[in-house]
């Protein structure tokens, strides 16, 4: 049950963020300044990148949170640290990589490439949104 718990606040948290943080707020648009490569992902390319943003965000929120557990943090400050911390190696190394390449005509190369670091910040707010989001449908749960 804990886990089916879990599974569908991660979901939902997931879902709400990337339909306010992508799609109302239009964030990607503005710190990428790529209209047109987060138009590719997000808006033609919706039925196969939209799943693979949920994997993508529960490895990227996962790690942090497995930390945060292994040392046994309590305050979602802290936690919060961790999942920028963690993100911003992650995201840093994984720009860092793919720019030690030519472009290539992946998406992620011409991402990291045309993009560069400012998708640092973008993964951060989609990551701290969804964790919050889901923290919060825990905590929710738990006391109903």
Same mark, same amino acid.
């Given at each position: 049950?804990?886990? @089916?718990?879990?599974?569908?606040?991660?979901?939902?948290?997931?879902?709400?963020?990337?339909?306010?943080?992508?799609?109302? @707020?239009?964030?990607?648009?503005?710190?990428?300044?790529?209209?047109?490569?987060?138009?590719?992902?997000?808006?033609?390319?919706?039925?196969?990148?939209?799943?693979?943003?949920?994997?993508?965000?529960?490895?990227?929120?996962?790690?942090?949170?497995?930390?945060?557990?292994?040392?046994?943090?309590?305050?979602?400050?802290?936690?919060?640290?961790?999942?920028?911390?963690?993100?911003?190696? @992650?995201?840093?190394?994984?720009?860092?990589?793919?720019?030690?390449?030519?472009?290539?005509?992946?998406?992620?190369?011409?991402?990291?490439?045309?993009?560069?670091?400012?998708?640092?910040?973008?993964?951060?707010?989609?990551?701290?949104?969804?964790?919050?989001?889901?923290?919060?449908? @825990?905590?929710?749960?738990?006391?109903?």
């Amino acid at each position: 049950m804990e886990l @089916l718990t879990k599974l569908n606040a991660f979901i939902i948290a997931t879902s709400v963020t990337l339909f306010i943080v992508t799609f109302v @707020l239009k964030l990607p648009h503005l710190i990428s300044n790529q209209p047109q490569l987060v138009n590719l992902y997000y808006v033609k390319n919706f039925h196969k990148n939209v799943p693979l943003d949920f994997l993508l965000i529960f490895v990227y929120l996962y790690i942090p949170l497995y930390v945060a557990s292994f040392f046994q943090i309590k305050t979602k400050v802290s936690t919060i640290a961790i999942i920028v911390l963690c993100t911003t190696l @992650l995201t840093g190394g994984f720009c860092y990589y793919s720019r030690s390449f030519p472009m290539s005509s992946s998406f992620f190369s011409k991402w990291f490439h045309k993009a560069g670091y400012s998708v640092i910040v973008y993964d951060i707010i989609l990551l701290i949104c969804t964790y919050l989001i889901y923290d919060y449908l @825990l905590t929710m749960t738990k006391h109903s």
